[in-house]
């Protein structure tokens, strides 16, 4: 099996390493501006089965034969060149799968009758959340005969610059002026950054954790592909310093996108100049961190709720979010290399079916991960 990776960052590079846990035969092409990266990347193995490419993802022509004849090509960037990575691996009739949420959501969409034409399935909102989230709200959601609720939820702790990737991520969810969609009785309701508080405990924890609501893309597909979907709501959450710090960044207006300052007589955007600083020299901030990642998934009606989470034990990584997005990423691209999921057009992981769902939750616990069903009478809210 070829794979490609067009980002050979630290989701890239994990998914790299697992699928040789699985494969050592496998062949890798990885696709980066970065040097170091890339030279990362090709550490992964002594077999000489993983190419690199000094490649800009903002020239998809470029990308197209380099694209042709993979099993999969897995977009791992963050998004900015998102529809023309996709529109490079139709052309070039290459399966794709993305790990993006709601940045340009419609336009992936609305390129399904183009990739349905060439022949070329391309799953787009796949990883940890979107994507787990989405598998484990359509699975949970076939349990139940009537129409349901579903919850998503989740918490994770790691600095706020450990990348620069991690890092937009964070500003991108709270900028001024975004808002978060959610589905309440099959409408959708928008809400300001910070909206939404609600304290819960996940398994294991010993511990309230306040959620808010957070725009990921699970409201907006799972309330389109997941019939019997009448609520659907994301809720989560970083280290209570770094929401700390977000709050603080919104309530004066310093993450608005338009604001400009005055530098040396000149001006200029204030973003860039956040971002710089909150990089800093690449120390981790904050550095006393314990990375963490946990989520879980509540379907329930009045009378019963079906959860799922999903976590691993303490000291599994340092910084797990690189390795907890890849690795059901993996799982995916390799049943699309190995021709199980071959439905040609734009799909979503609400798509995949019960059994593609169980054999995801056995390979993240053979990889380490913990998972935790419950299902029980629905409680008074």
């Known amino acids: 099996m070829k794979y490609v990776l067009v980002g050979a960052g630290n989701i890239g590079r994990e998914i790299i390493k697992d699928i040789l846990a699985v494969d050592q035969r496998a062949q890798f092409l990885a696709i980066d501006a970065n040097g170091d990266a890339l030279k990362q990347a ?3 193995s002594q077999r000489g089965n993983i190419d690199t490419r000094l490649v800009r993802a903002d020239d998809p022509e470029g990308l197209v034969p380099l694209l042709a004849g993979a099993s999969v090509a897995v977009n791992c960037t963050y998004g900015e060149r998102i529809v023309d990575i996709l529109k490079a691996c139709i052309k070039a009739r290459t399966p794709y799968i993305d790990i993006n949420g709601t940045m340009l959501l419609d336009e992936r969409l609305e390129l399904s009758n183009a990739a349905e034409e060439a022949g070329v399935p391309a799953l787009i909102c796949m990883g940890v959340s979107p994507g787990l989230t989405n598998m484990l709200a359509a699975y949970g959601a076939r349990k139940f005969t009537s129409d349901v609720e579903i919850e998503c939820e989740y918490a994770t702790h790691r600095p706020l610059n450990i990348t620069e990737g991690l890092l937009e991520t964070a500003l991108r969810q709270f900028r001024n002026g975004v808002k978060t969609t959610a589905i309440y009785n099959r409408k959708r309701e928008q809400f300001d950054p910070f909206q939404g508080k609600k304290s819960v405990r996940f398994p294991d924890f010993d511990e309230d954790i306040e959620l808010i609501y957070t725009p990921h893309s699970e409201p907006l597909t799972v309330s389109r592909f997941v019939k019997n979907a009448a609520t659907v709501t994301v ?3 970083y280290e209570k310093r770094i929401m700390a710090l977000l709050e603080s960044l919104y309530e004066f207006g310093l993450l608005n996108p338009a604001l400009n300052v005055t530098v040396n007589g000149e001006q200029t955007g204030f973003q860039p100049l956040l971002r710089q600083a ?29 959860s799922i989470t999903v976590g691993h034990p303490p000291g599994w990584e340092k910084v ?25 057009g734009v799909f979503t992981p609400e798509q995949f079916t019960d059994s593609m769902v169980e054999g995801c939750l056995e390979y993240l616990v053979a990889r380490g991960m913990q998972v935790h069903q419950d299902n029980k009478a629905a409680m008074a809210t």
């Open 42 to 44: 090709t550490a992964l």
């Open 320 to 344: 797990p979010q690189g390795r907890m997005t890849a690795l059901p990423t993996s799982y995916a691209a390799q049943l699309i290399a190995a021709r199980e999921l071959m439905a040609p």
């Open 235 to 237: 809720r989560g959450t």
């Open 278 to 306: 909150l990089m800093g020299d690449g120390t981790p901030k904050p550095e006393d961190i314990e990375g963490m990642y946990v989520m879980r998934v509540r379907v329930k009606n009045e009378e019963r709720e079906f």
